[in-house]
């Protein structure tokens, strides 16, 4: 059975997107394909006139640092994402994250695009990106087809997710093409965790993301991100003002995590774990990952931590 009829290997976002057009909502983009592919083959979802690789495109594959901002092309693996100097020192929540996903073999082909695009609350590289105050930039076909001229617009990451497994973006007209979030400069730090299930796949129960920035021992401003607490990717936002202009001491922590219980929506899933559980694995994952990022922050120290478990 042909999950697909025909295959293409575009070298440019706007050929990607002129190969989507031309099948008239029956084409995908695929890079890595661990959740794609495998959805077609189990027939979660149809099969599709063609598959659209966008590996070959340079600026999709790309990670470097312009103006104070650290750009991470869509279709980067978890791999090379883990190996770049640049996002360990300069957004180490992201390299934390992107380390744990699957095993080698996944983040060898798994791209940071993927994970944001299969739109699912609890990716651990959507996590960080959105403690991170992440953009992307999604491109779409122009009315001039032949001229194969694109448009761009970028939107918070946050923004791409409408519900478990629905995107924002028309994956069958438009394309993210890469991730921009800003360098963590002086007194900024960000750390990652997560409780997962080691049994056969790694299945996240629950992560947590967070990105602080100090002075003088005071945090002046939080990002809190945490996946699964409800149908998208979580901000705490009721924990990140309260936890800005005070210093982290561990007398706050017990309240950081009951204002980030109040913002999360939980639930039982069969597959990872109860409501009841994730209730209290927040207060664990917060005192970890606020602890470490404060600690990077106030000494500059960002070397990442628990890698390819």
Request: net charge neutral.
């Amino acid at each position: 059975m042909s999950f697909w009829e025909h295959y293409h290997l575009p070298a440019t976002v706007e050929d990607a997107l002129k190969s989507l057009s031309i099948y008239d909502g029956k084409a995908r983009v695929v890079a890595g394909g661990t959740d794609l592919i495998l959805e077609l083959q189990q027939g979660r979802k149809p099969s599709v006139a063609a598959l659209v690789d966008v590996t070959r495109v340079p600026e999709m594959i790309q990670i470097e640092e312009r103006d104070g901002f650290i750009y991470v092309g869509a279709a980067a693996t978890h791999t090379a994402i883990v190996a770049s100097p640049l996002i360990a020192g300069g957004a180490t929540c992201l390299v934390e994250s992107c380390g744990v996903i699957g095993g080698p073999q996944v983040r060898n082909v798994a791209t940071l695009g993927g994970n944001v695009a299969h739109a699912l609350p609890a990716g651990d590289g959507t996590i960080s990106l959105v403690a991170l105050d992440a953009e992307a930039e999604v491109a779409s076909q122009t009315s001039n087809f032949k001229l194969q001229t694109s448009k761009r617009e970028w939107r918070s990451v946050l923004s791409l997710f409408k519900g478990p497994g629905q995107s924002a973006v028309d994956h069958s007209r438009e394309l993210i093409v890469q991730f921009r979030f800003k360098k963590a400069g002086p007194g900024e730090a960000s750390a990652f965790k997560r409780m997962m299930r080691p049994q056969g796949v790694a299945l996240p129960i629950m992560g947590m993301a967070v990105w602080l920035k100090v002075s003088d021992g005071v945090v002046d401003e939080a990002h809190i991100a945490l996946g699964p607490a409800g149908p998208t990717p979580l901000r705490a936002t009721k924990a990140e003002t309260y936890l800005g202009g005070i210093p982290l001491v561990d007398d706050v922590i017990p309240q950081i995590a009951d204002l980030i219980l109040q913002d999360a929506h939980l639930r039982t899933s069969p597959h990872r774990a109860t409501a009841d559980y994730r209730t209290e694995l927040i207060p664990v994952l917060a005192e970890r990952a606020l602890k470490l990022a404060y600690r990077r922050a106030t000494t500059g120290e960002a070397v990442p931590e628990g890698l390819g478990l």
